[in-house]
Protein backbone atom coordinates (compact mmCIF):
# COMPACT_ATOMS: atom_id res chain seq x y z
CA UNK A 1 0.00 0.00 0.00
CA UNK A 2 1.25 3.24 -0.76
CA UNK A 3 1.75 5.75 2.20
CA UNK A 4 -1.11 8.41 2.93
CA UNK A 5 0.70 11.05 1.02
CA UNK A 6 1.08 9.30 -2.41
CA UNK A 7 -2.14 8.02 -1.85
CA UNK A 8 -3.38 11.30 -1.87
CA UNK A 9 -1.30 12.25 -4.61
CA UNK A 10 -2.48 9.46 -6.55
CA UNK A 11 -6.49 9.89 -5.83
CA UNK A 12 -6.29 13.64 -7.16
CA UNK A 13 -4.21 12.26 -10.36
CA UNK A 14 -7.42 10.06 -10.81
CA UNK A 15 -9.34 12.74 -11.52
CA UNK A 16 -7.38 13.60 -14.75
CA UNK A 17 -8.10 12.15 -18.21
CA UNK A 18 -6.21 8.80 -18.74
CA UNK A 19 -5.79 7.49 -22.10
CA UNK A 20 -4.36 4.55 -20.68
CA UNK A 21 -7.67 3.64 -19.11
CA UNK A 22 -9.68 4.44 -21.91
CA UNK A 23 -10.58 3.77 -25.80
CA UNK A 24 -8.02 6.02 -27.41
CA UNK A 25 -9.70 6.49 -30.68
CA UNK A 26 -10.57 9.46 -29.16
CA UNK A 27 -6.99 10.73 -27.49
CA UNK A 28 -5.77 13.94 -27.46
CA UNK A 29 -2.01 14.02 -28.69
CA UNK A 30 0.22 17.29 -28.84
CA UNK A 31 3.04 18.71 -26.67
CA UNK A 32 1.65 21.94 -25.76
CA UNK A 33 0.39 21.16 -22.44
CA UNK A 34 4.00 19.21 -21.72
CA UNK A 35 5.47 22.14 -22.79
CA UNK A 36 3.77 24.63 -20.65
CA UNK A 37 3.70 22.21 -17.56
CA UNK A 38 8.06 22.08 -18.07
CA UNK A 39 8.14 25.72 -17.98
CA UNK A 40 6.22 26.06 -14.86
CA UNK A 41 8.02 23.31 -12.96
CA UNK A 42 11.47 24.91 -14.17
CA UNK A 43 12.66 22.77 -17.29
CA UNK A 44 13.30 20.01 -15.45
CA UNK A 45 13.97 17.99 -18.26
CA UNK A 46 17.00 19.42 -18.80
CA UNK A 47 18.64 18.76 -15.64
CA UNK A 48 19.63 15.17 -17.11
CA UNK A 49 21.33 13.87 -20.31
CA UNK A 50 19.12 11.48 -21.92
CA UNK A 51 18.55 8.23 -23.71
CA UNK A 52 15.14 7.96 -25.92
CA UNK A 53 13.38 4.19 -27.04
CA UNK A 54 10.58 3.73 -28.37
CA UNK A 55 9.13 0.89 -30.39
CA UNK A 56 6.46 -1.61 -30.94
CA UNK A 57 7.66 -4.60 -28.78
CA UNK A 58 10.77 -4.30 -26.13
CA UNK A 59 11.20 -0.83 -25.28
CA UNK A 60 10.43 -0.97 -21.82
CA UNK A 61 13.07 -3.97 -21.42
CA UNK A 62 15.62 -1.94 -23.72
CA UNK A 63 15.58 1.01 -21.58
CA UNK A 64 16.01 -0.80 -18.43
CA UNK A 65 19.29 -2.84 -19.79
CA UNK A 66 20.89 0.67 -21.07
CA UNK A 67 19.50 2.39 -17.70
CA UNK A 68 21.23 -0.79 -15.65
CA UNK A 69 24.72 -0.50 -17.47
CA UNK A 70 24.81 3.35 -16.73
CA UNK A 71 23.86 2.81 -13.25
CA UNK A 72 26.50 0.09 -12.64
CA UNK A 73 29.33 2.29 -14.07
CA UNK A 74 28.56 4.79 -11.37
CA UNK A 75 26.46 7.59 -13.41
CA UNK A 76 23.30 8.54 -11.00
CA UNK A 77 20.95 7.18 -14.00
CA UNK A 78 17.20 7.70 -13.80
CA UNK A 79 14.38 4.88 -15.66
CA UNK A 80 11.15 5.89 -16.93
CA UNK A 81 9.07 3.41 -18.56
CA UNK A 82 5.30 2.71 -18.68
CA UNK A 83 2.63 1.34 -18.31
CA UNK A 84 3.45 -0.12 -14.30
CA UNK A 85 2.15 -3.46 -13.89
CA UNK A 86 1.31 -2.99 -9.84
CA UNK A 87 2.49 0.07 -8.71
CA UNK A 88 3.13 3.50 -10.23
CA UNK A 89 6.65 3.57 -8.52
CA UNK A 90 7.69 0.69 -11.02
CA UNK A 91 7.74 3.54 -13.59
CA UNK A 92 10.19 6.07 -11.70
CA UNK A 93 13.46 4.51 -11.02
CA UNK A 94 16.91 5.53 -9.81
CA UNK A 95 19.79 3.54 -10.14
CA UNK A 96 17.39 0.63 -10.50
CA UNK A 97 15.59 1.35 -7.17
CA UNK A 98 11.69 2.45 -7.25
CA UNK A 99 11.32 5.87 -6.32
CA UNK A 100 10.22 6.59 -2.89
CA UNK A 101 6.53 7.00 -2.09
CA UNK A 102 6.92 10.11 -0.61
CA UNK A 103 9.64 11.67 -3.31
CA UNK A 104 7.16 10.75 -6.05
CA UNK A 105 4.11 12.34 -4.12
CA UNK A 106 6.16 15.60 -3.60
CA UNK A 107 6.98 15.32 -7.36
CA UNK A 108 3.12 14.99 -8.09
CA UNK A 109 2.11 17.44 -5.99
CA UNK A 110 4.31 19.78 -7.86
CA UNK A 111 2.70 18.27 -11.21
CA UNK A 112 -0.84 19.03 -10.00
CA UNK A 113 0.07 22.36 -8.61
CA UNK A 114 1.29 23.57 -11.99
CA UNK A 115 -1.70 22.23 -13.56
CA UNK A 116 -3.90 24.33 -11.37
CA UNK A 117 -1.91 27.00 -12.18
CA UNK A 118 -2.26 26.60 -15.71
CA UNK A 119 -6.22 26.28 -15.65
CA UNK A 120 -6.24 29.36 -13.56
CA UNK A 121 -3.87 31.50 -16.65
CA UNK A 122 -5.83 29.67 -18.85
CA UNK A 123 -2.50 28.00 -20.74
CA UNK A 124 -2.20 24.71 -22.08
CA UNK A 125 -1.17 22.70 -19.62
CA UNK A 126 -4.76 23.04 -18.58
CA UNK A 127 -5.19 20.13 -20.77
CA UNK A 128 -2.66 18.40 -18.99
CA UNK A 129 -3.16 14.43 -18.59
CA UNK A 130 -2.60 11.87 -16.28
CA UNK A 131 0.42 10.71 -18.60
CA UNK A 132 1.25 13.93 -18.68
CA UNK A 133 1.45 14.63 -14.78
CA UNK A 134 3.04 11.50 -14.34
CA UNK A 135 5.72 12.09 -16.93
CA UNK A 136 6.29 15.39 -15.30
CA UNK A 137 7.00 13.83 -12.31
CA UNK A 138 9.37 11.41 -13.02
CA UNK A 139 11.58 14.38 -14.41
CA UNK A 140 11.14 16.21 -11.19
CA UNK A 141 12.33 12.98 -9.57
CA UNK A 142 15.28 13.01 -11.72
CA UNK A 143 16.43 16.14 -11.15
CA UNK A 144 15.76 16.14 -7.48
CA UNK A 145 17.89 12.56 -7.77
CA UNK A 146 20.54 14.75 -9.34
CA UNK A 147 20.54 12.21 -12.04
CA UNK A 148 22.85 12.49 -14.69
CA UNK A 149 21.07 10.27 -17.26
CA UNK A 150 17.39 9.52 -17.59
CA UNK A 151 16.55 6.60 -20.29
CA UNK A 152 13.05 7.54 -21.06
CA UNK A 153 10.58 4.81 -22.87
CA UNK A 154 7.97 6.55 -24.68
CA UNK A 155 4.09 6.15 -23.93
CA UNK A 156 2.65 5.68 -27.38
CA UNK A 157 4.34 6.81 -30.77
CA UNK A 158 7.02 8.95 -29.95
CA UNK A 159 6.49 12.31 -32.03
CA UNK A 160 3.58 13.93 -29.92
CA UNK A 161 4.55 11.67 -27.00
CA UNK A 162 4.60 13.83 -23.87
CA UNK A 163 8.20 12.64 -22.97
CA UNK A 164 9.26 14.18 -26.46
CA UNK A 165 10.08 17.16 -24.21
CA UNK A 166 13.63 15.41 -23.80
CA UNK A 167 16.28 15.69 -26.05
CA UNK A 168 17.68 12.03 -26.24
CA UNK A 169 21.32 12.08 -27.45
CA UNK A 170 20.90 8.58 -28.75
CA UNK A 171 17.06 7.79 -29.96
CA UNK A 172 16.34 3.94 -30.16
CA UNK A 173 13.37 2.29 -32.34
CA UNK A 174 13.18 -1.30 -31.30
CA UNK A 175 10.89 -2.24 -34.12
CA UNK A 176 7.61 -1.06 -35.54
CA UNK A 177 4.41 -3.17 -36.32
CA UNK A 178 0.74 -1.90 -36.72
CA UNK A 179 -0.30 -1.08 -33.13
CA UNK A 180 -2.65 2.17 -31.71
CA UNK A 181 -3.14 2.35 -35.55
CA UNK A 182 -6.19 5.06 -34.52
CA UNK A 183 -3.59 7.08 -33.14
CA UNK A 184 -0.31 6.89 -34.97
CA UNK A 185 -1.65 5.98 -38.36
CA UNK A 186 -2.89 2.72 -40.07
CA UNK A 187 0.62 1.66 -42.03
CA UNK A 188 3.93 0.79 -40.76
CA UNK A 189 5.28 4.17 -42.92
CA UNK A 190 2.93 6.29 -40.78
CA UNK A 191 3.56 4.67 -37.65
CA UNK A 192 7.21 4.63 -38.39
CA UNK A 193 6.99 8.63 -38.50
CA UNK A 194 5.44 8.95 -35.45
CA UNK A 195 7.89 6.55 -33.70
CA UNK A 196 11.19 8.34 -35.54
CA UNK A 197 9.87 11.75 -34.21
CA UNK A 198 12.19 11.54 -31.11
CA UNK A 199 15.16 11.41 -33.38
CA UNK A 200 16.95 14.58 -32.59
CA UNK A 201 19.38 17.13 -34.37
CA UNK A 202 22.97 15.61 -34.16
CA UNK A 203 21.84 12.10 -32.29
CA UNK A 204 22.38 8.56 -32.89
CA UNK A 205 19.48 6.44 -34.22
CA UNK A 206 19.74 2.89 -32.84
CA UNK A 207 16.94 0.84 -35.07
CA UNK A 208 16.31 -2.86 -35.44
CA UNK A 209 14.39 -1.89 -38.43
CA UNK A 210 16.27 -2.92 -41.10
CA UNK A 211 15.25 -2.51 -44.98
CA UNK A 212 13.23 -4.97 -47.04
CA UNK A 213 13.67 -3.95 -50.53
CA UNK A 214 9.99 -5.80 -51.58
CA UNK A 215 8.07 -3.61 -48.96
CA UNK A 216 5.79 -1.57 -50.35
CA UNK A 217 5.98 2.14 -49.79
CA UNK A 218 3.19 1.49 -47.18
CA UNK A 219 5.53 -0.88 -45.26
CA UNK A 220 8.77 0.80 -45.65
CA UNK A 221 9.59 1.65 -41.94
CA UNK A 222 13.00 1.67 -42.47
CA UNK A 223 12.97 3.65 -46.00
CA UNK A 224 11.45 5.84 -43.36
CA UNK A 225 13.56 5.63 -40.19
CA UNK A 226 16.46 6.24 -42.83
CA UNK A 227 15.30 9.85 -44.34
CA UNK A 228 14.60 11.11 -40.60
CA UNK A 229 17.68 10.03 -39.62
CA UNK A 230 19.35 11.90 -42.64
CA UNK A 231 17.14 14.48 -42.14
CA UNK A 232 18.05 15.14 -38.69
CA UNK A 233 22.09 14.80 -39.40
CA UNK A 234 21.67 11.71 -36.78
CA UNK A 235 24.35 9.06 -37.42
CA UNK A 236 21.94 5.42 -38.40
CA UNK A 237 22.82 1.63 -36.49
CA UNK A 238 21.02 -1.08 -36.89
CA UNK A 239 22.57 -4.66 -35.74
CA UNK A 240 24.50 -6.74 -38.65
CA UNK A 241 22.07 -9.12 -38.11
CA UNK A 242 18.31 -9.76 -36.71
CA UNK A 243 18.56 -12.52 -33.35
CA UNK A 244 15.78 -14.78 -33.38
CA UNK A 245 15.16 -14.10 -29.71
CA UNK A 246 13.40 -10.74 -28.64
CA UNK A 247 15.57 -10.37 -25.54
CA UNK A 248 18.65 -10.64 -27.60
CA UNK A 249 17.42 -8.49 -29.92
CA UNK A 250 16.73 -5.49 -27.45
CA UNK A 251 20.26 -6.49 -25.86
CA UNK A 252 21.72 -6.17 -29.00
CA UNK A 253 19.94 -2.79 -29.44
CA UNK A 254 20.83 -1.66 -25.99
CA UNK A 255 24.69 -2.82 -26.58
CA UNK A 256 24.65 -0.37 -29.77
CA UNK A 257 23.06 2.08 -27.68
CA UNK A 258 25.55 1.79 -25.20
CA UNK A 259 28.52 1.78 -27.81
CA UNK A 260 27.00 5.26 -29.34
CA UNK A 261 27.00 6.82 -26.21
CA UNK A 262 30.67 5.75 -25.41
CA UNK A 263 31.39 6.96 -29.07
CA UNK A 264 30.32 10.18 -28.23
CA UNK A 265 32.64 10.60 -24.95
CA UNK A 266 31.04 8.96 -22.12
CA UNK A 267 32.93 7.27 -19.61
CA UNK A 268 31.82 6.03 -15.78
CA UNK A 269 32.86 6.88 -12.53
CA UNK A 270 36.10 5.19 -12.78
CA UNK A 271 36.95 6.21 -16.26
CA UNK A 272 36.09 3.44 -18.41
CA UNK A 273 34.71 4.01 -21.62
CA UNK A 274 30.53 3.34 -21.69
CA UNK A 275 30.45 0.73 -24.08
CA UNK A 276 27.78 -2.74 -24.65
CA UNK A 277 30.88 -4.85 -23.47
CA UNK A 278 29.32 -3.90 -20.00
CA UNK A 279 26.03 -5.32 -20.91
CA UNK A 280 26.90 -8.80 -19.26
CA UNK A 281 24.79 -11.31 -18.07
CA UNK A 282 24.18 -9.61 -14.24
CA UNK A 283 23.24 -6.82 -15.62
CA UNK A 284 20.56 -8.17 -17.76
CA UNK A 285 18.69 -10.26 -15.08
CA UNK A 286 19.07 -7.31 -12.61
CA UNK A 287 16.91 -5.02 -15.39
CA UNK A 288 14.45 -7.54 -15.97
CA UNK A 289 10.60 -5.41 -15.52
CA UNK A 290 7.66 -6.85 -14.20
CA UNK A 291 4.78 -8.53 -16.85
CA UNK A 292 7.59 -8.50 -19.72
CA UNK A 293 8.21 -12.44 -20.67
CA UNK A 294 8.16 -13.00 -16.91
CA UNK A 295 8.24 -16.74 -15.34
CA UNK A 296 6.64 -17.83 -12.05
CA UNK A 297 3.88 -20.30 -11.05
CA UNK A 298 1.19 -20.90 -9.22
CA UNK A 299 -0.24 -24.03 -7.55
CA UNK A 300 3.34 -25.89 -9.27
CA UNK A 301 2.31 -24.89 -12.16
CA UNK A 302 4.70 -22.61 -14.36
CA UNK A 303 2.79 -19.17 -15.36
CA UNK A 304 4.54 -16.97 -17.83
CA UNK A 305 2.96 -12.99 -17.96
CA UNK A 306 3.61 -11.14 -20.70
CA UNK A 307 1.96 -7.68 -21.89
CA UNK A 308 2.07 -8.33 -25.58
CA UNK A 309 -0.79 -6.75 -26.89
CA UNK A 310 -0.47 -7.09 -30.59
CA UNK A 311 -0.19 -10.19 -33.07
CA UNK A 312 3.23 -10.11 -34.21
CA UNK A 313 4.64 -9.56 -30.21
CA UNK A 314 2.46 -12.54 -29.23
CA UNK A 315 3.57 -14.39 -31.99
CA UNK A 316 7.23 -13.91 -30.60
CA UNK A 317 6.36 -14.55 -26.97
CA UNK A 318 4.83 -17.74 -28.23
CA UNK A 319 7.92 -18.75 -30.70
CA UNK A 320 10.28 -18.11 -27.47
CA UNK A 321 8.04 -19.86 -24.98
CA UNK A 322 8.37 -23.05 -27.51
CA UNK A 323 12.31 -22.57 -26.63
CA UNK A 324 12.29 -21.82 -23.12
CA UNK A 325 13.42 -25.20 -21.20
CA UNK A 326 12.10 -23.66 -18.16
CA UNK A 327 8.61 -24.30 -19.81
CA UNK A 328 7.18 -27.82 -20.28
CA UNK A 329 7.26 -28.64 -24.02
CA UNK A 330 3.30 -28.83 -24.34
CA UNK A 331 0.63 -26.15 -25.77
CA UNK A 332 -0.13 -23.81 -23.13
CA UNK A 333 -3.49 -22.71 -21.55
CA UNK A 334 -3.89 -18.91 -22.15
CA UNK A 335 -5.67 -16.26 -19.97
CA UNK A 336 -6.57 -12.75 -22.23
CA UNK A 337 -7.63 -9.86 -21.90
CA UNK A 338 -7.51 -7.78 -24.84
CA UNK A 339 -7.94 -4.25 -25.26
CA UNK A 340 -11.04 -2.87 -27.50
CA UNK A 341 -8.62 -0.82 -29.76
CA UNK A 342 -6.77 -4.32 -30.38
CA UNK A 343 -7.23 -6.24 -33.38
CA UNK A 344 -8.46 -9.31 -31.72
CA UNK A 345 -9.00 -11.42 -35.59
CA UNK A 346 -5.06 -11.09 -35.48
CA UNK A 347 -4.45 -11.87 -32.21
CA UNK A 348 -6.49 -15.15 -32.25
CA UNK A 349 -4.95 -16.08 -35.65
CA UNK A 350 -1.67 -16.17 -34.15
CA UNK A 351 -3.11 -18.38 -30.94
CA UNK A 352 -4.78 -20.65 -33.17
CA UNK A 353 -3.39 -24.26 -33.64
CA UNK A 354 -0.80 -22.87 -30.53
CA UNK A 355 -3.28 -23.37 -27.86
CA UNK A 356 -4.06 -25.66 -25.63
CA UNK A 357 -7.21 -23.86 -24.07
CA UNK A 358 -8.51 -20.04 -24.03
CA UNK A 359 -9.85 -18.90 -21.08
CA UNK A 360 -11.18 -15.00 -21.57
CA UNK A 361 -11.72 -12.80 -19.03
CA UNK A 362 -11.74 -8.57 -18.42
CA UNK A 363 -10.17 -6.53 -16.01
CA UNK A 364 -11.49 -3.51 -13.96
CA UNK A 365 -9.20 -0.89 -15.17
CA UNK A 366 -8.43 -0.24 -18.81
CA UNK A 367 -10.74 -0.05 -21.75
CA UNK A 368 -10.83 -4.12 -22.35
CA UNK A 369 -13.10 -5.81 -24.53
CA UNK A 370 -16.23 -8.11 -23.22
CA UNK A 371 -15.11 -11.85 -22.13
CA UNK A 372 -18.00 -13.16 -24.18
CA UNK A 373 -17.34 -11.48 -26.95
CA UNK A 374 -14.04 -12.77 -26.93
CA UNK A 375 -14.56 -16.09 -26.57
CA UNK A 376 -17.04 -15.91 -29.04
CA UNK A 377 -14.70 -14.57 -31.92
CA UNK A 378 -12.04 -17.31 -30.93
CA UNK A 379 -14.80 -20.01 -31.20
CA UNK A 380 -15.16 -18.96 -34.48
CA UNK A 381 -11.61 -18.92 -35.23
CA UNK A 382 -11.37 -22.50 -34.18
CA UNK A 383 -10.08 -21.93 -30.79
CA UNK A 384 -11.82 -23.90 -27.18
CA UNK A 385 -12.66 -20.86 -25.60
CA UNK A 386 -14.28 -20.47 -22.08
CA UNK A 387 -14.41 -16.96 -19.98
CA UNK A 388 -14.36 -16.20 -16.48
CA UNK A 389 -15.80 -13.07 -15.01
CA UNK A 390 -11.98 -11.60 -13.62
CA UNK A 391 -8.83 -12.23 -13.48
CA UNK A 392 -8.37 -14.32 -10.35
CA UNK A 393 -11.15 -16.58 -11.52
CA UNK A 394 -9.84 -16.94 -14.84
CA UNK A 395 -6.49 -17.71 -13.47
CA UNK A 396 -7.80 -20.29 -11.36
CA UNK A 397 -9.60 -22.24 -14.46
CA UNK A 398 -6.30 -21.96 -16.93
CA UNK A 399 -4.33 -23.47 -13.69
CA UNK A 400 -6.90 -26.25 -13.34
CA UNK A 401 -6.63 -26.80 -17.09
CA UNK A 402 -3.05 -27.13 -16.66
CA UNK A 403 -2.41 -29.18 -13.54
CA UNK A 404 -1.46 -32.07 -15.64
CA UNK A 405 1.88 -30.80 -16.81
CA UNK A 406 0.95 -28.07 -18.69
CA UNK A 407 1.69 -24.37 -18.45
CA UNK A 408 0.23 -21.10 -18.22
CA UNK A 409 0.48 -17.74 -20.51
CA UNK A 410 -1.47 -14.70 -19.26
CA UNK A 411 -0.88 -12.53 -22.27
CA UNK A 412 -3.02 -9.06 -23.84
CA UNK A 413 -2.69 -6.65 -21.21
CA UNK A 414 -0.63 -5.08 -19.02
CA UNK A 415 -4.02 -4.60 -16.78
CA UNK A 416 -4.50 -8.35 -16.55
CA UNK A 417 -0.44 -8.49 -15.92
CA UNK A 418 -1.53 -6.22 -13.35
CA UNK A 419 -4.64 -8.20 -11.44
CA UNK A 420 -3.10 -11.18 -11.91
CA UNK A 421 0.75 -10.95 -10.91
CA UNK A 422 -0.17 -10.79 -7.00
CA UNK A 423 -1.94 -14.08 -6.78
CA UNK A 424 1.48 -15.89 -7.98
CA UNK A 425 4.46 -17.13 -6.31
CA UNK A 426 7.71 -15.53 -6.50
CA UNK A 427 9.46 -15.02 -9.62
CA UNK A 428 12.15 -17.85 -11.03
CA UNK A 429 15.19 -17.70 -11.60
CA UNK A 430 16.44 -17.62 -15.35
CA UNK A 431 18.67 -20.78 -15.65
Not at 67 to 84: C, F, I, K, N, Q
Not at 213 to 239: K, M, N, T, W, Y
Request: charged share 25%; net charge neutral; aromatic share 2%.
Amino acid sequence: MPTPRLAQALNALDALVDWERRDRRGMRVGLAPMVDLMERLGSPHQSFRAVHVTGTKGKGTTAALVSEVLARAGLRTGLYTSPHVERVNERVRIDGREVADDDLAAALEDALAARAAAIHAGTAADEATWFDLVTAAAFLVFQRARCDWAVVEVGIGGRLDSTNVVRGEVAVVTNVDLEHVAVLGATRAAIAREKGGIVKRGSVLVTGVHPDPGARPEDDAAGVLASIAEGQGAALVRPAQVAADLAERNADLARLALDALGQRGLRGARGETISGALLDAAAVDAARLPGRQELRSARGVPVLLDGAHVASSLERVLAEAARDRRLPPRQPVVVLALGRDKDAGAVLKVLAGSVDRLVCTTAASGPLRAAETMAEEATRAGIGAETAPDPAAALAQALQLAADGGWVLVTGSFHLAGATRPLLDAPRKAP
